[in-house]
């Protein structure tokens, strides 16, 4: 597994997101299994299935969450803005369009709020450049220029 990235506020997302399945949605999960269990033959209790089986999901993001909560590396402020690395702000150019971007880890990435991965191709290709560097993306489209003009 690859190293995972998160700000300050992308850990706090996830800790919300897991205290919130331990303290409500575990609890009516229990309830849920409890319910269908009362129904009888449970070989053939379509809600107790549906409810066991939506508890691996749960359990499986539990422990998901756990661990990208354990190991994942904080980005903290960026004291260099020479090169780019995640948690950059950085202002790009490709034809005619500016666009600015924040490159975060792959749990965070929402390319329309401006967030891209360090691992996505357009993040791996802008990592430990420099201002007004230029480089190419090849795509199925064909290839695709940027110019960096700036990083925060």
């Known amino acids: 597994m690859s190293e995972q990235f998160l700000t300050p506020e992308g850990l706090e997302k996830l800790k919300n997101e897991l205290k919130n399945i331990k303290t409500v949605k575990r609890p009516e999960l ?4 409890k319910n269908a269990k009362e129904l009888g033959d449970l070989s053939e209790n379509a ?3 549906s409810a066991k089986e939506d508890q691996g999901f749960m359990e499986g993001r539990v422990l ?3 661990n990208l909560i354990k190991n994942a590396t904080i980005i903290t402020k960026k004291k260099n803005n020479k090169i780019v690395s995640v948690g950059s702000q950085v202002k790009i150019k490709t034809g005619n369009q500016e ?3 924040m490159v975060t880890g792959s749990n965070e990435a929402d390319p329309l709020a401006g967030k891209i991965s360090n ?5 791996q290709a802008m990592m ?5 560097e230029e480089f190419t993306i090849t795509t ?5 220029k940027y ?3 700036e990083i925060k």
Do not use: A, T, V, W
């Open 47 to 49: 809600d107790y299935q």
């Open 99 to 101: 666009i600015e971007y």
């Open 119 to 123: 691992e996505s191709p357009l993040g």
């Open 140 to 144: 199925p489209n064909g290839e695709i």
């Open 64 to 66: 998901e969450l756990e």
């Open 30 to 33: 229990i309830q849920r299994i």
């Open 147 to 149: 110019k960096i003009l």
């Open 128 to 132: 430990d450049r420099k201002k007004n």
